[in-house]
Antibody
Framework: QVQLVQSGTEVKKPGASVKLSCKAS????????IHWVRQAPGQRLEWMGR????????QYSQEFQGRVTITRDTSASTANMELSSLRSEDTAVYYC????????????WGQGTLVTVSS | DIQMTQSPSTLSASVGDRVTITCRAS??????LAWYQQKPGKAPKLLIY???TLESGVPSRFSGSGSGTEFTLTISSLQPDDFAPYYC?????????FGGGTKVEIK
């Protein structure tokens, strides 16, 4: 069965960086894109970016351009998301999610990783 | 960016009720719209994609319609498991964007 398993809770200080991982199983990793979506408390879901797991190409939301880097490791069937220059407003649950390359809606999601940014 | 607006933000209903949630896009997205249900502490679950196609395993009481800028999610007969927030998402263009959510609560 398809699974996306994310790394655990993180607590960071303002200005730091955080790197989250998302390990895929149950399907051919390179046949689907991996996206990162976050949800701050009481806020709507917010798309951050995606990686083409086949060729490594990325696409980012302008909201996060310059602060976010999404990579993939095909040998480990894992996608990673690094967010830098953290501020309190980055406190959120971060999800990875899978989509086809043609249609970017999300049929499988990771369980989410809580990132808390606090001094 | 395409803005997605859902209404109402909260909907109070009873088991057995027919409920409709509306999602409006700030510009045409053709039929590139998905709906998700999110239970507390869980990731969103895909219910419907391409406006009206039911994801495998989703009960047939859920249906979607619309095109262009106006879309609806209908639950024909609300069940206890359906009380949850619902989100629409456009995937016509990047950046992908979501609606603000509609919380379906028990009346």
């Amino acid at each position: 069965q398809v699974q996306l398993v994310q790394s655990g809770t993180e607590v960071k200080k303002p200005g730091a960086s955080v790197k989250l991982s998302c390990k895929a199983s149950g399907y051919t990793f390179t046949n689907f894109a991996i996206h990162w979506v976050r949800q701050a408390p009481g806020q709507r879901l917010e798309w951050m970016g995606r990686v083409n797991t086949g060729n490594g190409n990325t696409q980012y939301s302008q909201e996060f351009q310059g602060r976010v880097t999404i990579t993939r490791d095909t040998s480990a069937s894992t996608a990673n998301m690094e967010l830098s220059s953290l501020r309190s407003e980055d406190t959120a649950v971060y999800y990875c999610a899978r989509s086809s390359y043609d249609y970017s809606c999300f049929d499988y999601w990771g369980q989410g990783t809580l990132v808390t940014v606090s001094s | 960016d395409i803005q997605m607006t859902q209404s109402p933000s909260t909907l109070s209903a009873s088991v057995g009720d027919r409920v409709t949630i509306t999602c409006r896009a700030s510009q045409s997205i053709s039929t590139w719209l998905a709906w998700y249900q999110q239970k507390p502490g869980k990731a969103p679950k895909l219910l419907i994609y391409k406006t009206s196609t039911l994801e495998s395993g989703v009960p047939s009481r859920f249906s979607g319609s619309g095109s262009g800028t106006e879309f609806t999610l209908t639950i024909s007969s609300l069940q206890p498991d359906d009380f949850a927030p619902y989100y629409c998402q456009q995937y016509n263009s990047f950046p992908l964007t979501f609606g603000g959510g509609t919380k379906v609560e028990i009346k």
